[in-house]
């Protein structure tokens, strides 16, 4: 595993999760956030998302954290494993409402960006499941048998995965 994509709702524990991953791997992660959103959660225009992430991922080594489909394509075509983290709807509302509350108002995500929760941000977690996940079943099959895909639906599978993984010489004190 040299370049993955990590999808999944918000709430999933995606960002959690390749910054474990990329530790484990000695991968650089690239959080697609904090390139997409500008200051006052103004979005990058769609031309200029895509030469971005290019450029982004344009490395051999990477770990990519974050959604967008309108741009799945270019992280498919370049991932060797692609991670989507699956848990249950209520998890996932929970995770992003602990997140947005206990950091409310600081800029996490993006420059510029103060954590925020809206009926709208909510909706679409709830509607991941039948609105965005076909979408990105639709590109895992544009892809398959080349990728590698690990589904995992629990934040207990998403910590067995990352045990299974050999951790890097430094933490092993080697």
Known sequence: MRRVAVVGPSGAGKSTFARELGRRLDVPVVHLDAYYWQPGWTPTPRPAWRARQIELLSGESWIADGN????????????????????????CLAGALRRSLGRHGQAVQAAGCPERVDLEFLRWIWRYPAASRPRLDAALERH???????????????????????????????
């Open 68 to 91: 967008y489909g309108a741009t799945f394509d270019i992280r498919l075509e370049r991932a060797d494993t692609v991670v989507v983290l699956a848990p249950p709807r209520l998890v």
């Open 144 to 174: 398959r048998g080349r990728l590698r895909v690990v589904e995992l639906r629990s934040r207990r599978q998403a910590a067995a995965f990352l045990a299974s993984l050999v951790e890097p010489r430094e933490a092993r004190g080697a």
